[in-house]
């Protein structure tokens, strides 16, 4: 475009050259006027490299809102392990059992379950339906009686490798259109580094992970 311009000087010098001063003065106002217009093209290029640049990728990116739902599902798993099913159970209240057969079950004494609905609330919010169904089952230790909810004192938890999880990092490896592959990395009893995955999926507009990750 440029060179295009140019050539346009170069003929109406030689047009000045026979027909006067009048268009010797136009001459430097057309230059500035090429300058000005190379100048704002530049400017224009170098926002457009720079919007580029900034821009996030099209695919795999994971805004700040998606990324503060994923830790408040992986803190709210890390409660579930440690404070409800693997690591410890919830404490419960003495000196008000109900036996079943050989079972027996103590109220839970809980600031944040006094209920077997709020129990099942924070799972709802964190897990899927489906993940919700196979989590009571394998742990099957906590019982609805009357609204209320109950441990079975006799149950024996199998044993797993317990993870420090007061501090996990979270890496989004893969994003679909509806779920997030997720790398955990925790510490393990030793100190050393430990990496969890798991997924999360969209469950009628609220994320859920699809599973308890211990």
């Keep these: 475009m440029i060179d295009y311009y140019i050539k346009i000087i170069y003929n109406i010098n030689n047009y000045t050259n026979s027909e006067g001063i009048f268009m ?4 430097p106002l057309i230059f500035c006027v090429l300058f000005l217009f190379a100048g704002c093209s530049g400017e224009a290029d170098n926002s457009t490299t720079v919007q580029q640049q900034n821009s996030p990728p099209a695919e795999d990116y994971v805004g700040e809102g998606t990324m503060t739902v994923l830790r408040y599902l992986i803190s709210s798993n890390a409660n579930c ?4 099913f693997i690591e410890n159970n919830l404490p419960v209240e003495s000196g008000k ?11 839970v ?5 006094n ?3 709020d129990f099942e609330n924070t799972l709802n919010a964190t897990y899927t339906q489906d993940a919700v169904k196979s989590i009571l089952a394998e742990f099957n230790m906590y019982k609805n ?5 109950y441990l ?8 797993h490798t317990n993870y420090d999880w007061s501090n996990p990092q979270i890496n989004v490896t893969a994003v679909a259109e509806n779920s997030y592959e997720l790398e955990i990395t925790v ?4 100190g050393d580094e430990h990496i969890l995955k798991a997924t999360a999926v969209n469950t009628d507009g609220d994320l859920k992970l699809k599973n308890i990750i211990y």
Excluded at 81 to 84: D, Y
């Design 24 to 27: 010797k003065r136009i001459i």
């Design 81 to 84: 392990v440690e404070n409800i």
């Design 97 to 107: 059992d109900i036996k079943e057969g050989k079972t027996v079950y103590s109220p």
């Design 109 to 113: 004494k809980s600031a944040n379950y």
């Design 115 to 117: 209920t077997y609905e």
């Design 145 to 149: 009686i009357d609204g209320k909810l």
């Design 152 to 159: 079975n004192t006799g149950y024996k938890k199998a044993e």
């Design 187 to 190: 510490l393990n009893e030793n």
